[in-house]
Protein backbone atom coordinates (compact mmCIF):
# COMPACT_ATOMS: atom_id res chain seq x y z
CA UNK A 1 0.00 0.00 0.00
CA UNK A 2 1.17 3.39 -0.79
CA UNK A 3 -0.09 6.58 0.69
CA UNK A 4 -0.91 9.50 -1.95
CA UNK A 5 -0.39 13.24 -0.39
CA UNK A 6 -0.67 16.54 -2.05
CA UNK A 7 1.21 19.75 -1.69
CA UNK A 8 -0.07 20.53 1.51
CA UNK A 9 -0.03 17.17 3.36
CA UNK A 10 3.29 16.58 2.05
CA UNK A 11 4.43 19.57 3.97
CA UNK A 12 2.62 18.78 7.18
CA UNK A 13 4.47 15.51 7.07
CA UNK A 14 7.97 17.61 6.60
CA UNK A 15 7.30 19.99 9.47
CA UNK A 16 6.07 16.95 11.86
CA UNK A 17 9.54 14.98 10.77
CA UNK A 18 11.86 17.91 11.22
CA UNK A 19 9.81 19.82 14.24
CA UNK A 20 7.77 16.90 16.20
CA UNK A 21 10.18 14.01 15.46
CA UNK A 22 13.65 16.81 15.77
CA UNK A 23 15.07 15.16 12.46
CA UNK A 24 17.34 18.32 10.79
CA UNK A 25 16.06 19.28 7.51
CA UNK A 26 19.59 19.34 6.07
CA UNK A 27 19.70 15.55 7.57
CA UNK A 28 16.74 15.01 5.05
CA UNK A 29 18.63 16.75 2.60
CA UNK A 30 21.28 13.87 2.97
CA UNK A 31 19.24 11.43 2.88
CA UNK A 32 17.68 12.29 -0.30
CA UNK A 33 20.88 13.05 -2.06
CA UNK A 34 22.05 9.54 -0.60
CA UNK A 35 18.62 7.92 -1.98
CA UNK A 36 19.21 9.32 -5.33
CA UNK A 37 22.67 8.52 -5.68
CA UNK A 38 21.91 4.98 -4.71
CA UNK A 39 19.72 4.59 -7.59
CA UNK A 40 21.77 5.81 -9.76
CA UNK A 41 24.58 3.31 -8.76
CA UNK A 42 22.42 0.52 -8.64
CA UNK A 43 19.54 1.09 -11.24
CA UNK A 44 21.56 2.40 -14.41
CA UNK A 45 23.90 0.34 -16.17
CA UNK A 46 27.58 1.14 -16.12
CA UNK A 47 26.13 4.20 -14.35
CA UNK A 48 29.73 5.84 -14.80
CA UNK A 49 29.83 5.93 -18.65
CA UNK A 50 27.81 8.54 -19.15
CA UNK A 51 27.65 12.10 -18.17
CA UNK A 52 25.48 14.35 -15.61
CA UNK A 53 23.94 17.28 -15.55
CA UNK A 54 21.99 18.36 -12.27
CA UNK A 55 19.31 21.04 -12.78
CA UNK A 56 18.87 23.03 -9.57
CA UNK A 57 16.81 25.62 -8.33
CA UNK A 58 16.30 28.61 -5.26
CA UNK A 59 14.97 26.14 -2.94
CA UNK A 60 15.36 22.72 -1.00
CA UNK A 61 14.85 20.47 -4.15
CA UNK A 62 17.94 22.40 -5.54
CA UNK A 63 19.90 21.55 -2.03
CA UNK A 64 18.49 17.74 -2.93
CA UNK A 65 20.34 18.05 -5.87
CA UNK A 66 23.76 19.41 -4.76
CA UNK A 67 24.18 16.64 -2.71
CA UNK A 68 23.38 14.17 -5.27
CA UNK A 69 26.15 16.19 -7.44
CA UNK A 70 28.47 16.36 -4.60
CA UNK A 71 28.56 12.81 -3.84
CA UNK A 72 28.66 11.96 -7.55
CA UNK A 73 31.42 14.14 -7.91
CA UNK A 74 33.48 12.37 -4.93
CA UNK A 75 33.12 8.76 -6.89
CA UNK A 76 34.38 10.40 -9.89
CA UNK A 77 31.57 10.79 -11.77
CA UNK A 78 31.47 13.32 -14.73
CA UNK A 79 28.56 16.17 -13.29
CA UNK A 80 27.74 19.74 -14.19
CA UNK A 81 25.26 21.47 -12.39
CA UNK A 82 22.76 24.07 -14.00
CA UNK A 83 21.79 26.60 -11.97
CA UNK A 84 18.41 27.51 -13.52
CA UNK A 85 17.59 29.62 -10.75
CA UNK A 86 20.50 30.76 -7.84
CA UNK A 87 20.36 29.15 -4.55
CA UNK A 88 18.48 30.78 -1.65
CA UNK A 89 17.10 28.81 0.84
CA UNK A 90 19.80 27.72 3.26
CA UNK A 91 20.25 24.19 3.28
CA UNK A 92 20.20 24.65 -0.71
CA UNK A 93 22.86 27.44 -0.11
CA UNK A 94 24.74 25.09 2.67
CA UNK A 95 24.63 21.99 -0.06
CA UNK A 96 25.83 24.46 -2.90
CA UNK A 97 29.59 24.87 -1.06
CA UNK A 98 29.93 21.62 -0.42
CA UNK A 99 29.94 20.88 -3.70
CA UNK A 100 33.67 21.58 -5.06
CA UNK A 101 32.88 22.68 -8.82
CA UNK A 102 31.68 26.14 -10.51
CA UNK A 103 28.31 25.66 -11.02
CA UNK A 104 26.75 26.73 -15.06
CA UNK A 105 23.66 29.60 -15.55
CA UNK A 106 24.14 30.46 -18.66
CA UNK A 107 21.51 28.09 -20.85
CA UNK A 108 23.89 28.88 -24.00
CA UNK A 109 26.02 26.67 -23.36
CA UNK A 110 23.28 23.91 -22.67
CA UNK A 111 23.88 22.89 -26.51
CA UNK A 112 27.59 21.55 -25.20
CA UNK A 113 26.48 19.87 -21.74
CA UNK A 114 23.75 17.66 -23.17
CA UNK A 115 23.81 14.91 -25.96
CA UNK A 116 22.67 11.45 -26.21
CA UNK A 117 25.24 10.55 -23.38
CA UNK A 118 24.15 12.81 -20.57
CA UNK A 119 21.47 11.95 -18.06
CA UNK A 120 19.85 15.04 -16.66
CA UNK A 121 18.76 15.34 -13.02
CA UNK A 122 15.65 17.39 -12.81
CA UNK A 123 15.88 19.54 -9.40
CA UNK A 124 14.09 22.57 -9.66
CA UNK A 125 10.82 22.89 -7.62
CA UNK A 126 10.01 19.53 -5.98
CA UNK A 127 6.59 19.66 -4.95
CA UNK A 128 5.73 23.08 -3.51
CA UNK A 129 5.20 24.59 -7.65
CA UNK A 130 2.12 26.72 -7.39
CA UNK A 131 2.41 29.20 -9.72
CA UNK A 132 2.54 29.25 -13.35
CA UNK A 133 6.19 29.44 -14.72
CA UNK A 134 7.93 32.67 -16.28
CA UNK A 135 9.70 32.94 -19.50
CA UNK A 136 12.73 32.27 -19.34
CA UNK A 137 12.11 28.60 -17.24
CA UNK A 138 8.93 27.66 -19.72
CA UNK A 139 11.54 28.16 -22.40
CA UNK A 140 14.74 26.58 -21.43
CA UNK A 141 12.38 23.14 -19.99
CA UNK A 142 11.15 23.06 -23.87
CA UNK A 143 14.52 23.41 -25.00
CA UNK A 144 15.60 20.50 -22.83
CA UNK A 145 12.48 18.55 -23.47
CA UNK A 146 13.27 18.66 -27.78
CA UNK A 147 17.22 17.78 -27.38
CA UNK A 148 18.67 14.31 -27.12
CA UNK A 149 19.58 13.04 -24.18
CA UNK A 150 20.34 9.52 -22.60
CA UNK A 151 17.62 9.87 -19.36
CA UNK A 152 16.05 12.70 -17.18
CA UNK A 153 15.16 11.78 -14.20
CA UNK A 154 12.95 14.19 -11.70
CA UNK A 155 13.49 14.62 -7.78
CA UNK A 156 10.26 14.45 -6.32
CA UNK A 157 8.20 15.59 -9.41
CA UNK A 158 8.95 16.69 -12.91
CA UNK A 159 9.46 20.75 -12.69
CA UNK A 160 6.68 22.38 -14.30
CA UNK A 161 3.69 19.85 -12.88
CA UNK A 162 1.59 20.88 -9.81
CA UNK A 163 1.81 17.82 -7.22
CA UNK A 164 -1.88 18.95 -5.99
CA UNK A 165 -3.49 19.46 -9.21
CA UNK A 166 -1.03 17.24 -11.95
CA UNK A 167 -1.60 20.11 -14.10
CA UNK A 168 1.28 21.61 -16.14
CA UNK A 169 2.21 24.94 -15.01
CA UNK A 170 2.84 26.95 -18.62
CA UNK A 171 5.42 23.85 -19.12
CA UNK A 172 7.06 20.89 -17.76
CA UNK A 173 10.38 18.29 -18.35
CA UNK A 174 9.43 15.03 -19.90
CA UNK A 175 10.68 12.82 -16.78
CA UNK A 176 11.84 9.74 -18.03
CA UNK A 177 11.95 8.10 -14.34
CA UNK A 178 10.73 9.89 -10.96
CA UNK A 179 12.44 9.31 -7.38
CA UNK A 180 9.75 10.78 -5.33
CA UNK A 181 10.92 11.56 -1.90
CA UNK A 182 9.12 10.47 1.45
CA UNK A 183 5.33 9.79 -0.44
CA UNK A 184 3.75 9.68 -3.66
CA UNK A 185 2.36 13.41 -4.38
CA UNK A 186 -0.89 12.97 -6.15
CA UNK A 187 -0.07 15.38 -9.12
CA UNK A 188 1.92 12.11 -10.14
CA UNK A 189 -0.80 10.34 -11.77
CA UNK A 190 -3.57 12.76 -12.39
CA UNK A 191 -3.95 15.26 -15.25
CA UNK A 192 -0.93 16.00 -16.85
CA UNK A 193 1.46 14.55 -14.50
CA UNK A 194 1.19 10.50 -16.06
CA UNK A 195 2.64 11.99 -19.11
CA UNK A 196 5.41 13.80 -17.72
CA UNK A 197 6.38 11.26 -14.98
CA UNK A 198 6.10 8.03 -16.99
CA UNK A 199 8.02 5.41 -14.25
CA UNK A 200 7.79 6.60 -10.71
CA UNK A 201 9.36 5.28 -7.62
CA UNK A 202 9.48 6.20 -4.10
CA UNK A 203 12.53 6.88 -2.45
CA UNK A 204 12.32 6.46 1.78
CA UNK A 205 14.35 9.52 3.01
CA UNK A 206 13.15 9.03 6.93
CA UNK A 207 9.69 11.90 6.60
CA UNK A 208 7.33 10.10 8.75
CA UNK A 209 3.36 10.34 8.01
CA UNK A 210 1.10 11.87 11.16
CA UNK A 211 -0.13 8.63 12.38
CA UNK A 212 -3.75 10.34 13.05
CA UNK A 213 -3.67 11.25 9.57
CA UNK A 214 -3.38 7.89 8.56
CA UNK A 215 -7.29 7.26 7.72
CA UNK A 216 -7.73 10.50 6.01
CA UNK A 217 -4.73 10.14 3.42
CA UNK A 218 -5.94 9.07 0.08
CA UNK A 219 -4.42 4.92 -1.01
CA UNK A 220 -3.03 3.21 -3.64
CA UNK A 221 -3.25 -0.74 -3.33
CA UNK A 222 -1.30 -3.23 -4.67
CA UNK A 223 -2.52 -7.21 -5.58
CA UNK A 224 -1.37 -8.07 -1.86
CA UNK A 225 -3.89 -5.76 -0.34
CA UNK A 226 -6.72 -7.09 -2.25
CA UNK A 227 -5.64 -10.65 -1.51
CA UNK A 228 -8.50 -10.90 2.21
CA UNK A 229 -10.61 -10.34 -0.51
CA UNK A 230 -10.95 -13.68 -1.68
CA UNK A 231 -12.30 -15.62 0.94
CA UNK A 232 -11.82 -19.14 0.77
CA UNK A 233 -15.60 -21.16 -0.57
CA UNK A 234 -17.21 -23.88 1.77
CA UNK A 235 -17.03 -27.17 -0.05
CA UNK A 236 -20.69 -27.52 2.15
CA UNK A 237 -22.06 -24.72 -0.64
CA UNK A 238 -24.34 -24.45 -3.54
CA UNK A 239 -25.12 -21.35 -5.86
CA UNK A 240 -27.46 -20.34 -3.50
CA UNK A 241 -25.12 -19.41 -0.96
CA UNK A 242 -23.35 -16.98 -2.49
CA UNK A 243 -26.55 -14.97 -4.34
CA UNK A 244 -27.19 -13.07 -7.47
CA UNK A 245 -26.32 -9.89 -9.44
CA UNK A 246 -28.59 -8.50 -11.46
CA UNK A 247 -27.74 -5.67 -14.27
CA UNK A 248 -30.36 -3.45 -15.71
CA UNK A 249 -29.88 -1.53 -18.98
CA UNK A 250 -29.59 -1.45 -22.46
CA UNK A 251 -31.56 0.22 -25.17
CA UNK A 252 -32.29 0.00 -28.91
CA UNK A 253 -29.96 2.49 -29.51
CA UNK A 254 -27.04 1.53 -27.30
CA UNK A 255 -27.23 -2.38 -26.49
CA UNK A 256 -24.04 -3.23 -26.20
CA UNK A 257 -23.11 -1.47 -23.33
CA UNK A 258 -25.19 -4.17 -21.30
CA UNK A 259 -23.43 -6.62 -23.30
CA UNK A 260 -19.84 -5.76 -21.91
CA UNK A 261 -21.07 -5.23 -18.48
CA UNK A 262 -22.37 -8.92 -18.61
CA UNK A 263 -19.55 -10.46 -20.26
CA UNK A 264 -17.32 -8.14 -17.26
CA UNK A 265 -18.65 -10.18 -14.33
CA UNK A 266 -19.50 -13.87 -15.82
CA UNK A 267 -16.30 -13.94 -17.15
CA UNK A 268 -14.38 -12.73 -13.45
CA UNK A 269 -15.71 -15.31 -12.40
CA UNK A 270 -15.55 -13.43 -9.01
CA UNK A 271 -18.31 -16.25 -7.25
CA UNK A 272 -21.75 -14.96 -7.80
CA UNK A 273 -24.17 -17.69 -7.48
CA UNK A 274 -26.37 -16.30 -10.23
CA UNK A 275 -25.52 -13.67 -12.76
CA UNK A 276 -28.47 -12.28 -14.37
CA UNK A 277 -29.26 -9.17 -17.11
CA UNK A 278 -32.61 -7.38 -17.11
CA UNK A 279 -33.38 -5.21 -20.60
CA UNK A 280 -36.21 -3.90 -22.13
CA UNK A 281 -38.63 -7.01 -23.84
CA UNK A 282 -38.23 -5.16 -27.05
CA UNK A 283 -34.16 -6.56 -26.84
CA UNK A 284 -35.12 -10.24 -26.44
CA UNK A 285 -33.75 -11.25 -29.40
CA UNK A 286 -30.73 -9.48 -28.96
CA UNK A 287 -29.41 -10.78 -25.39
CA UNK A 288 -31.12 -14.05 -25.54
CA UNK A 289 -28.41 -17.07 -25.31
CA UNK A 290 -25.72 -14.78 -25.52
CA UNK A 291 -23.85 -16.31 -22.34
CA UNK A 292 -25.79 -19.72 -21.17
CA UNK A 293 -24.49 -19.68 -17.51
CA UNK A 294 -26.41 -16.11 -17.64
CA UNK A 295 -30.15 -15.22 -15.91
CA UNK A 296 -32.16 -13.25 -18.99
CA UNK A 297 -35.03 -11.18 -17.41
CA UNK A 298 -37.49 -9.66 -19.93
CA UNK A 299 -38.49 -6.08 -18.49
CA UNK A 300 -41.94 -4.23 -20.05
CA UNK A 301 -40.98 -1.58 -22.52
CA UNK A 302 -42.59 0.95 -24.25
CA UNK A 303 -43.40 1.57 -27.66
CA UNK A 304 -40.12 2.91 -28.62
CA UNK A 305 -38.15 0.24 -27.18
CA UNK A 306 -37.08 1.77 -23.75
CA UNK A 307 -37.39 0.39 -20.40
CA UNK A 308 -40.83 0.80 -18.26
CA UNK A 309 -40.99 1.11 -14.81
CA UNK A 310 -42.82 -1.74 -13.59
CA UNK A 311 -43.32 -2.04 -9.96
CA UNK A 312 -44.13 -5.77 -10.30
CA UNK A 313 -41.01 -6.10 -12.68
CA UNK A 314 -38.73 -5.02 -10.56
CA UNK A 315 -39.93 -6.53 -7.13
CA UNK A 316 -38.47 -9.95 -8.61
CA UNK A 317 -35.14 -8.33 -7.85
CA UNK A 318 -35.53 -7.24 -4.36
CA UNK A 319 -33.42 -10.61 -3.08
CA UNK A 320 -30.15 -9.54 -5.29
CA UNK A 321 -27.09 -9.24 -3.78
CA UNK A 322 -26.03 -6.12 -5.97
CA UNK A 323 -28.34 -4.48 -8.36
CA UNK A 324 -26.75 -2.83 -10.92
CA UNK A 325 -28.53 0.11 -13.23
CA UNK A 326 -27.57 2.45 -16.55
CA UNK A 327 -25.45 0.60 -19.20
CA UNK A 328 -27.06 1.89 -22.18
CA UNK A 329 -30.43 2.18 -21.13
CA UNK A 330 -30.86 5.77 -22.01
CA UNK A 331 -31.66 8.92 -19.96
CA UNK A 332 -35.74 8.83 -19.05
CA UNK A 333 -37.94 9.54 -16.21
CA UNK A 334 -39.44 5.97 -16.62
CA UNK A 335 -35.05 5.38 -15.20
CA UNK A 336 -35.54 8.10 -12.61
CA UNK A 337 -38.18 6.08 -10.77
CA UNK A 338 -36.56 2.74 -11.02
CA UNK A 339 -33.38 4.43 -9.13
CA UNK A 340 -36.08 5.52 -6.95
CA UNK A 341 -37.57 2.57 -6.31
CA UNK A 342 -34.53 0.87 -5.54
CA UNK A 343 -33.18 3.39 -3.32
CA UNK A 344 -36.80 3.09 -0.93
CA UNK A 345 -37.32 -0.81 -1.31
CA UNK A 346 -33.96 -2.34 -1.47
CA UNK A 347 -31.67 -3.41 1.52
CA UNK A 348 -28.30 -4.84 -0.65
CA UNK A 349 -26.13 -2.51 -2.88
CA UNK A 350 -27.22 -0.71 -5.38
CA UNK A 351 -24.51 0.84 -8.73
CA UNK A 352 -26.05 3.17 -10.70
CA UNK A 353 -23.83 4.21 -13.59
CA UNK A 354 -24.02 6.03 -16.99
CA UNK A 355 -27.66 6.98 -17.97
CA UNK A 356 -28.77 6.04 -14.26
CA UNK A 357 -26.66 9.16 -13.25
CA UNK A 358 -27.98 10.75 -16.03
CA UNK A 359 -31.27 10.27 -15.17
CA UNK A 360 -30.59 11.44 -11.43
CA UNK A 361 -29.00 15.14 -12.89
CA UNK A 362 -31.61 15.29 -15.24
CA UNK A 363 -35.04 14.69 -12.95
CA UNK A 364 -33.26 15.07 -9.17
CA UNK A 365 -30.53 13.84 -7.24
CA UNK A 366 -32.04 14.70 -3.88
CA UNK A 367 -33.66 11.47 -4.01
CA UNK A 368 -29.92 10.32 -2.63
CA UNK A 369 -30.90 12.06 0.57
CA UNK A 370 -33.71 10.39 1.73
CA UNK A 371 -33.45 7.81 4.06
CA UNK A 372 -32.58 4.61 2.64
CA UNK A 373 -31.61 0.86 4.07
CA UNK A 374 -29.10 0.35 0.79
CA UNK A 375 -25.51 0.91 -0.05
CA UNK A 376 -24.98 2.77 -3.17
CA UNK A 377 -22.32 3.20 -5.70
CA UNK A 378 -22.05 5.95 -8.43
CA UNK A 379 -19.54 5.37 -11.04
CA UNK A 380 -19.25 9.02 -13.23
CA UNK A 381 -16.94 10.13 -15.44
CA UNK A 382 -15.89 13.63 -14.78
CA UNK A 383 -18.52 14.91 -17.68
CA UNK A 384 -21.48 13.17 -15.45
CA UNK A 385 -20.22 14.42 -12.34
CA UNK A 386 -20.64 17.99 -13.81
CA UNK A 387 -23.87 17.17 -14.32
CA UNK A 388 -24.19 15.56 -10.82
CA UNK A 389 -22.85 18.08 -9.00
CA UNK A 390 -23.07 21.19 -11.09
CA UNK A 391 -19.45 22.11 -10.72
CA UNK A 392 -17.59 22.26 -14.17
CA UNK A 393 -15.21 19.75 -15.71
CA UNK A 394 -12.28 22.18 -15.25
CA UNK A 395 -13.43 23.12 -11.76
CA UNK A 396 -13.63 18.81 -10.69
CA UNK A 397 -9.97 18.64 -12.10
CA UNK A 398 -8.34 21.04 -10.08
CA UNK A 399 -10.47 19.86 -6.99
CA UNK A 400 -11.43 16.72 -7.61
CA UNK A 401 -9.99 14.90 -4.02
CA UNK A 402 -12.45 17.86 -2.31
CA UNK A 403 -15.39 17.60 -4.64
CA UNK A 404 -15.51 13.93 -4.24
CA UNK A 405 -15.24 14.10 -0.54
CA UNK A 406 -18.05 16.09 0.10
CA UNK A 407 -20.12 14.75 -2.24
CA UNK A 408 -19.58 11.08 -0.88
CA UNK A 409 -20.72 12.29 2.26
CA UNK A 410 -23.62 14.77 1.36
CA UNK A 411 -25.11 12.47 -0.55
CA UNK A 412 -23.89 9.18 1.74
CA UNK A 413 -22.64 6.98 -1.53
CA UNK A 414 -19.17 5.80 -2.77
CA UNK A 415 -18.53 7.73 -5.55
CA UNK A 416 -16.28 5.96 -8.00
CA UNK A 417 -14.99 9.45 -10.37
CA UNK A 418 -13.49 8.02 -13.25
CA UNK A 419 -10.77 10.07 -15.72
CA UNK A 420 -7.20 8.98 -16.81
CA UNK A 421 -7.12 7.60 -13.52
CA UNK A 422 -9.74 6.58 -10.89
CA UNK A 423 -10.63 8.11 -7.20
CA UNK A 424 -12.64 6.05 -4.61
CA UNK A 425 -14.20 8.28 -2.26
CA UNK A 426 -16.64 6.45 1.00
CA UNK A 427 -18.82 8.56 2.62
CA UNK A 428 -16.20 8.59 5.75
CA UNK A 429 -13.71 10.37 3.51
CA UNK A 430 -11.57 6.80 3.26
CA UNK A 431 -9.90 7.62 -0.21
CA UNK A 432 -8.35 4.95 -2.91
CA UNK A 433 -6.57 5.96 -5.84
CA UNK A 434 -6.52 3.53 -8.76
CA UNK A 435 -3.45 3.98 -11.05
CA UNK A 436 -3.76 0.78 -13.34
CA UNK A 437 -4.27 1.06 -17.09
CA UNK A 438 -3.47 3.07 -19.88
CA UNK A 439 -4.61 5.10 -22.85
CA UNK A 440 -6.54 2.05 -24.34
CA UNK A 441 -9.05 2.71 -21.89
CA UNK A 442 -10.13 5.99 -23.44
CA UNK A 443 -13.18 4.73 -25.35
CA UNK A 444 -16.67 3.50 -25.28
CA UNK A 445 -17.21 0.83 -23.37
CA UNK A 446 -14.63 0.74 -20.43
CA UNK A 447 -16.87 2.15 -18.21
CA UNK A 448 -19.62 -0.27 -19.07
CA UNK A 449 -16.67 -2.95 -18.22
CA UNK A 450 -16.38 -1.61 -15.39
CA UNK A 451 -19.82 -1.39 -13.94
CA UNK A 452 -19.98 -5.18 -14.44
CA UNK A 453 -16.90 -6.07 -12.37
CA UNK A 454 -17.49 -3.47 -9.83
CA UNK A 455 -20.67 -5.72 -9.64
CA UNK A 456 -18.97 -8.81 -8.96
CA UNK A 457 -16.33 -7.31 -6.35
CA UNK A 458 -19.12 -5.72 -4.38
CA UNK A 459 -20.88 -9.37 -4.28
CA UNK A 460 -17.78 -11.10 -2.78
CA UNK A 461 -18.21 -12.69 0.80
CA UNK A 462 -15.18 -10.90 2.39
CA UNK A 463 -16.58 -9.09 5.58
CA UNK A 464 -14.10 -5.90 4.49
CA UNK A 465 -15.68 -2.70 3.42
CA UNK A 466 -17.66 -2.21 0.62
CA UNK A 467 -15.36 0.80 -0.64
CA UNK A 468 -12.39 -2.03 -0.50
CA UNK A 469 -13.97 -3.85 -2.67
CA UNK A 470 -14.96 -1.21 -5.48
CA UNK A 471 -11.73 -0.43 -5.56
CA UNK A 472 -10.49 -3.88 -6.49
CA UNK A 473 -13.16 -3.45 -9.17
CA UNK A 474 -11.20 -0.62 -10.55
CA UNK A 475 -8.11 -2.22 -9.95
CA UNK A 476 -8.97 -5.43 -11.67
CA UNK A 477 -10.19 -3.53 -15.14
CA UNK A 478 -6.75 -1.65 -14.98
CA UNK A 479 -4.84 -4.58 -14.43
CA UNK A 480 -6.47 -6.75 -17.19
CA UNK A 481 -5.75 -3.86 -19.78
CA UNK A 482 -2.26 -3.99 -19.08
CA UNK A 483 -1.98 -7.60 -19.27
CA UNK A 484 -3.92 -7.76 -22.32
CA UNK A 485 -1.33 -5.39 -24.21
CA UNK A 486 1.78 -7.47 -22.60
CA UNK A 487 0.75 -10.46 -23.40
CA UNK A 488 -1.76 -10.09 -26.53
CA UNK A 489 -1.07 -8.87 -29.55
CA UNK A 490 -2.70 -5.54 -28.84
CA UNK A 491 -1.36 -2.26 -28.35
CA UNK A 492 -3.00 1.38 -27.23
CA UNK A 493 -4.79 2.17 -30.33
CA UNK A 494 -6.46 -1.49 -31.01
CA UNK A 495 -7.01 -3.17 -27.38
CA UNK A 496 -10.73 -3.22 -27.01
CA UNK A 497 -13.26 -3.59 -23.78
CA UNK A 498 -13.86 -7.19 -25.52
CA UNK A 499 -10.33 -7.94 -25.66
CA UNK A 500 -9.53 -7.07 -21.99
CA UNK A 501 -12.34 -9.30 -20.54
CA UNK A 502 -10.14 -12.14 -21.66
CA UNK A 503 -7.35 -11.40 -19.50
CA UNK A 504 -9.51 -10.62 -16.35
CA UNK A 505 -9.02 -14.21 -15.19
CA UNK A 506 -5.44 -13.44 -15.26
CA UNK A 507 -5.28 -10.10 -12.21
CA UNK A 508 -7.39 -12.37 -10.49
CA UNK A 509 -4.52 -15.03 -10.61
CA UNK A 510 -1.94 -12.53 -9.99
CA UNK A 511 -3.93 -11.72 -6.66
CA UNK A 512 -5.07 -15.13 -5.26
CA UNK A 513 -1.98 -17.31 -6.29
Known amino acids: MKYVLDASTMKEADQYTILTLN ?58 VFEVYKAKSNDCLYNKKLFKKETISDANLLDTLIDENTIIIDAIFGYGLNKNLDEYCSSLLNKINLMVKKLVIAVDIASGINSTTGLKMNEALVSDVTLTLGETKLGLF ?104 IIYHKLKSKINGSIRYNKKDLSKLLKSKVVTIGMGIGVSKDVYKIIKYFLLSYKNTLIIDADGLNSLAKYGIDILKEKRECSVILTPHVKEFE ?57 GGSGDLLSGIISGCAALESNEKLVKKVALGSYLLGRADEIALAKGNYNEYSLLGSDIVKYLNDAINEIIN
Open 23 to 80: IPSLKLMENAGEAIFSYIENSIFDSKKYSYLILTGSGNNGGDGFVVARKLLEDNYNVN
Open 190 to 293: INDGKDYNKNVVRLDIGISLIKDKLDTYIKILDKEDYKDLFVKRKENSNKGSYGKVSLIGGSKLTPGALKLSLLAYSSLRLGVGYSEICFPSSLKNFYDLETPE
Open 387 to 443: RLSGYKVNEIKLNRVKFSEEFASKYNVILVLKDNVTLITSPTKEKYLNINGNSSLAK
